[in-house]
C-alpha cells in the first residue's frame, strides 16, 4: 500500500503570513492528492485537490503543488487569517486502489 | 442538507461491551466507509463498502463489523469492546471510491474503559 508522510505536525504563523505544508508519498502510481481540512469538533472537509497531470492548482488564497518526480506535494496558504487555524490532513490514492492513504496531520495556528 | 450523519456523539463502554455506531448518509453515494483517528496516526480506514450489499475490510479492520443493506446507512459494530478502541470514528461517503471527494460525519468520540 501507499506510505503518506505530513510534516510539519504543528505550524504556528503570525496573521497575514504564509502557511506551507509539505507530503510524501511512496507509491508512483498514486495519481490524485486530496486536501483536507479539519476545524475543532468537526469532520474533515475537502478544500483543495490534485491530480498527477497537473503541476499545481489555485483556489484563491489556497494552492497545491506536486511533484511527481519527487513524489511529494504541497498545501500554501497565503494571507492567513485566524479562521484558517484547523488540522490539516493531505492524502493519496492510486488506479485500482480502494481507499485514501491519509497524512498524519499538521495542526495550524494563526496567531492574530 | 444533513449529508453524512453520525451517532452518537459520544459513548462511554465498558470493557467487553458491544454497540453499534450509526451513519446515513442522503446523497445517494456508492461509496461509504468508517475511519478511525487517533493521535499522531491521521486516519486510518477500517471497512469500506463500494454499494449495498458489498463490504470489504480495510487497513485496521479486527474487532469491527460492518454491514450494508441500503445505499443510505453504514453502521459499524464493535463485538467486545477493548480499551484500544478509544478513538474518534468518522463515517464518510464518496460518489466513487477514488478521484472523488469524500463527505464527512461529524464523529462518534467513543472511551472504552
Known amino acids: 500500500g501507499e506510505n503518506v508522510e505530513q510534516h510539519p505536525s504543528t505550524l504556528s504563523v503570525q496573521e497575514g503570513d504564509s502557511a506551507v505544508i509539505k507530503c510524501t508519498y511512496s507509491?508512483?502510481?498514486?495519481?490524485?492528492f486530496p486536501w483536507y481540512k479539519q476545524e475543532l469538533g468537526k469532520g474533515p472537509q475537502l478544500i483543495i485537490d490534485?491530480?498527477?497531470?497537473?503541476g499545481e492548482k489555485k483556489d484563491q488564497r489556497i494552492a497545491v503543488t506536486l511533484n511527481k518526480t519527487a513524489k511529494h506535494f504541497s498545501l500554501h496558504i497565503t494571507e492567513t487569517q485566524p479562521e484558517d487555524s484547523a488540522v490539516y490532513f493531505c492524502?493519496?490514492?492510486?488506479?485500482?486502489?480502494?481507499?485514501?492513504?491519509f497524512g498524519t496531520g499538521t495542526s495550524l495556528t494563526v496567531i492574530p | 442538507n444533513a449529508g453524512v450523519t453520525q451517532t452518537p456523539k459520544f459513548q462511554v463502554l465498558k470493557t467487553g461491551q458491544s454497540m453499534t455506531l450509526q451513519c446515513a448518509q442522503d446523497m445517494n453515494h456508492e461509496y461509504m466507509s468508517w475511519y478511525r483517528q487517533d493521535p499522531g496516526m491521521g486516519l486510518r480506514l477500517i471497512h469500506y463498502s463500494v454499494g449495498a450489499g458489498i463490504t470489504d475490510q480495510g487497513e485496521v479492520p479486527n474487532g469491527y463489523n460492518v454491514s450494508r443493506s441500503t445505499t443510505e446507512d453504514f453502521p459499524l459494530r464493535l463485538l467486545s469492546a477493548a480499551p484500544s478502541q478509544t478513538s474518534v470514528y468518522f463515517c464518510?461517503?464518496?460518489?466513487?471510491?477514488?478521484?472523488?471527494?469524500?463527505?464527512f460525519g461529524q464523529g462518534t468520540r467513543l472511551t472504552v474503559v
Open positions: 492524502a493519496a490514492t492510486y488506479p485500482g486502489g480502494n481507499q485514501f492513504y
Open positions: 507509491d508512483s502510481a498514486s495519481n490524485y
Open positions: 464518510a461517503s464518496s460518489w466513487g471510491d477514488r478521484e472523488t471527494e469524500a463527505f
Open positions: 490534485i491530480r498527477s497531470n497537473v
